[in-house]
C-alpha cells in the first residue's frame, strides 16, 4: 500500500503561485510514477503532471507545459508541484497519484490521495 497526502492547496489570484505537496508512505516509491491530476466542477479528471520516483524523469500536459514544474524530494519522499501563472481555468481539486511503473495520463492510478482544492481568482 501505498499512502498519499496532498497539501498546499488554497485561493490565488490570476498571475499568482503555489506550491502543493504530496507526502507518500508506505511501499518503497522506486518504481512508481508519481502524478498529479485535477478535476474541475462538471469536468472530467485531467492529467496534469508526472515525475518518475527513480529516474526523475518528467511529463506535462500542454495546458501547464511551462507554467507548472513537478519535482520530488528522496528524502522526504515527497512530490512537489509548482504552479505559476496561474489561471483561472486551473481552479479544481488537485490530486496525487501514484502507478507502478507506468507513466499514464488517464486517472487510473494504483493508488490516490484525497486531493487539494486550488481556486484562482480573475
Known amino acids: 500500500q501505498v499512502q498519499l497526502v496532498e497539501s498546499g492547496g488554497g485561493l490565488v489570484q490570476a498571475g499568482g503561485s503555489l506550491r502543493l505537496s504530496c507526502a507518500a508512505s508506505?511501499?518503497?516509491?522506486?518504481?512508481?510514477?508519481l502524478h498529479w491530476f485535477r478535476q474541475a466542477p462538471g469536468k472530467e479528471r485531467e492529467f496534469v503532471a508526472a515525475?518518475?520516483?527513480?529516474?526523475?524523469?518528467?511529463y506535462y500536459a500542454d495546458s501547464v507545459k511551462g507554467r507548472f514544474t513537478i519535482s520530488r524530494d528522496n528524502a522526504k519522499n515527497t512530490v512537489y508541484l509548482q504552479m505559476s501563472s496561474l489561471k483561472p481555468e486551473d481552479t479544481a481539486v488537485y490530486y496525487c497519484?501514484?502507478?507502478?511503473?507506468?507513466?499514464?495520463?488517464?486517472?487510473?492510478?494504483?493508488?490516490w490521495g484525497q486531493g487539494t482544492q486550488v481556486t484562482v481568482s480573475s
Open positions: 497519484a501514484a502507478n507502478f511503473v507506468v507513466l499514464t495520463t488517464i486517472p487510473k492510478c494504483n493508488y
Open positions: 508506505g511501499r518503497t516509491l522506486s518504481s512508481y510514477v
Open positions: 515525475i518518475t520516483w527513480s529516474g526523475g524523469n518528467t
